[in-house]
């Protein structure tokens, strides 16, 4: 898949030809800098992108069927229905007008042809499902009443109202404080059990990733350097930019155990306006190569699900 | 468990029944809304004025039984007496009586005036901003056109147009406020419309005019509600003022009673600017939460501000 802006100062290409697969009741990580794409990848799926100035092409297959195929109208059944989305920022994604329960249940009443009346004890099914307390006087509270771990509960409870097949969560924990994270993470995992909802988490901390997901796949700059089951991904990392990553979580007693410090991936990921000619991720390698500066490695498969894109492995 | 337990139980006692200086705040929202309004005095003053000015509109024939417009002559040019507490006109008569009729007039051209402007500028607003492209450029380069007449002149020439009559009124006056209302309301539906629940809404199916109706323009509502400004429509056929200086200045009254009316409104609106943050139950307060927009408005709403000076 390709997602590219057409802006005044040039074509971006945000997502440059990416590929992967989830299953049916899977966690598939997406793991990457800021800037790498990932959020657009999530966007692109449910097709959330304003075109123009986006132009996405490629395909994205569910169930068999092209979403880019399909017209507005049969996207907009499929969203919220059959695939939906968690937001990163749980302040943000509620209307503050709206009472909560209103909101949970437009998802019901929407795709589900349920009256206002069911849809809204649905709503409260859907809060309780979310251990909300006391979720029959919750949901006829407005989002400033809840706290950013209980806002994003609610987003969970609206995203998982229709009983969608798969979940596009985008950073669910990046603005929750750790415990809070650690709750929500466990009853994402237990809803994934109990639903079978297949999920792709986007996020920055491969300690959720490592918490959560079967497999992971890294981009960096608009395409994926790597894919690998999580604890392959953890145990053998075969690009630099993953083992950069890997070397960049801080883990306690780490100098005395092994003498280094904690590292940096030098530089930043570079503007999709000018992505650097050969390797995306040559300019910050530190192992870099000659032929990293002007050929673009390939896609070597290691075995199944397990790819790396690096002139190292070729 | 026990912790969300105990959070909950806490915001209910603060948010809901005690406001930060340890006040009680009453449950219903009804009474809450007049427990705010009470606080700021001169809302409260425009509010009764604005109220008094309504009423006696209203109840016109209770307060005033008989014909306004009905000439009697044998008592023209009175000085005010108990029975006539304003006088009469040249024409004998009453002139508190045609005052009372005369604001019948003025409101329902005011109601009238906005309600064109509301019915055709909010859902012109809405699209232009939420659609963007060119339908917002079409849209624009005709308000901008309208913009380009001042707006009186504007009304006079649809007058022209049209002929004249209350419903002709009603229809150029409100016809050049639209593009006032187009503006507003579009730059309100474009700083909502990045909103991320927006784009949550978008992502859970939801149709572009439910997510227009009840995500933008509840929103935007708060930023757009229009002062029922008593001053604009001061079109009041046959009131005419006779010689003698005394008369000059009470068909003048109503002009001045609806200054006042406005003016207060307007203060209303304005004084919160200047008050003491203590009485603040709201967790967020923004400008335009304040004043009558506070009793009046949302709970939960921060107005995004800058909705009273744009007009």
Redesign the interface.
């Known amino acids: 898949m390709h997602a590219r802006f057409h802006t005044l100062d040039g074509v971006v290409k945000a997502v440059d030809g990416i590929d992967f697969e989830v299953y049916q009741g899977e966690t598939l990580g997406l793991v990457g800098e800021s800037g790498c794409g990932k959020s657009v990848t999530a966007l692109s799926i449910?097709q959330?992108l304003p075109c123009p100035p986006a132009e996405i092409q490629g395909r994205i297959l569910f169930e068999g069927k092209n979403l880019l195929d399909l017209d507005q109208e049969d996207v907009?059944?499929?969203?919220?229905?059959d695939i939906?989305?968690i937001?990163q920022?749980p302040m943000?994604?509620?209307?503050?007008?709206?009472r909560i329960g209103e909101?949970i249940s437009?998802?019901a009443k929407?795709?589900k042809n349920m009256t206002r009346k069911e849809a809204w004890r649905w709503a409260v099914e859907m809060l309780r499902m979310v251990q909300i307390?006391?979720p029959g006087s919750?949901s006829r509270q407005?989002?400033?009443?809840f706290?950013g771990g209980m806002r994003q509960r609610a987003?969970i409870a609206?995203?998982l109202?229709?009983n969608p097949r798969l979940i596009l969560a985008d950073e669910p924990t990046t603005a929750l404080d750790v415990t809070i994270q650690a709750q929500i993470m466990t009853l994402m995992q237990g809803l994934k059990d109990d639903f079978k909802t297949a999920i792709v988490l986007i996020t920055h901390d491969l300690g959720v990733i490592a918490e959560m997901a079967s497999r992971v796949v890294v981009m960096y700059a608009g395409k994926v350097v790597e894919e690998a089951p999580i604890k392959e991904l953890f145990k053998d990392p075969r690009h630099p930019y993953t083992q950069g990553l890997l070397g960049s979580i801080p883990v306690i007693g780490r100098k005395e155990q092994t003498g280094r410090r904690l590292q940096e991936i030098p530089g930043i990921v570079p503007s999709p306006l000018q992505t650097p000619l050969g390797c995306r991720f040559h300019p910050r390698c530190p192992k870099v190569m000659n032929r990293c500066c002007d050929q673009e490695p390939p896609m070597i498969c290691l075995a199944e699900h397990r790819r790396v894109s690096c002139w190292l492995e070729a | 468990?026990l912790s969300?337990?105990r959070?909950?139980a806490m915001?209910e006692i603060k948010?809901d029944n005690v406001c930060r200086t340890g006040e009680w705040v009453p449950e219903n929202r009804l009474s809450r809304s007049w427990a705010k309004l009470k606080r700021n005095k001169a809302a409260l003053v425009g509010g009764v004025l604005l109220l008094a000015y309504v009423l006696s509109a209203f109840f016109a024939p209770l307060l005033f039984p008989g014909n306004p417009s009905a000439p009697n002559l044998i008592n023209s040019l009175e000085t005010p007496t108990l029975k006539e507490p304003l006088g009469t006109d040249e024409l004998g008569r009453s002139i508190l009586g045609r005052i009372i009729y005369g604001s019948r007039i003025s409101l329902l051209i005011a109601v009238g005036v906005v309600s064109v402007g509301i019915i055709l500028g909010i859902p012109l607003g809405l699209v232009s901003g939420y659609y963007g492209g060119k339908i917002d450029f079409a849209i624009q380069r005709v308000t901008d056109t309208m913009l380009a007449f001042p707006g009186f002149l504007l009304a006079l020439a649809l007058v022209a147009v049209l002929g004249v009559g209350l419903k002709n009124t009603v229809i150029s006056i409100g016809i050049s406020m639209v593009p006032m209302y187009i503006r507003l309301v579009r730059g309100c539906v474009l700083s909502v419309r990045e909103?991320?629940?927006?784009?949550?809404?978008?992502?859970?199916?939801?149709?572009d005019l439910i997510i227009l109706v009840?995500?933008i323009l509840?929103?935007a509502s708060?930023c757009s509600r229009p002062p029922p400004n008593g001053g604009r429509c001061s079109v009041r056929p046959g009131l005419t003022c006779s010689m003698h200086h005394m008369w000059r200045l009470f068909p003048a009254l109503p002009s001045f009673w609806q200054c006042s009316v406005s003016t207060c409104w307007v203060t209303a609106c304005a004084m919160p600017w200047t008050r003491d943050s203590k009485y603040e139950c709201t967790?967020?307060t923004a400008p335009g939460n304040q004043g009558l927009a506070r009793p009046l408005s949302?709970?939960?709403?921060?107005c995004q501000g800058g909705g009273w000076d744009r007009f």
Not at chain 1, 76 to 81: F, L, T, Y
Not at chain 1, 92 to 98: K, R
Not at chain 1, 142 to 145: A, G, L, T
Request: hydrophobic share 30%; charged share 25%.
């Open positions: 449910l959330l907009r059944k499929i969203r919220g229905n939906s989305m937001f920022e943000t994604s509620l209307n503050p007008v709206l909101q437009e998802a929407i795709h307390p006391g919750r407005y989002p400033h009443k706290s987003m609206m995203a109202c229709c | 468990m969300w337990t959070e909950s915001t948010e909103e991320d629940y927006v784009e949550a809404a978008r992502a859970v199916g939801t149709r009840r995500h509840f929103w708060g967790p967020k949302h709970p939960g709403r921060r």
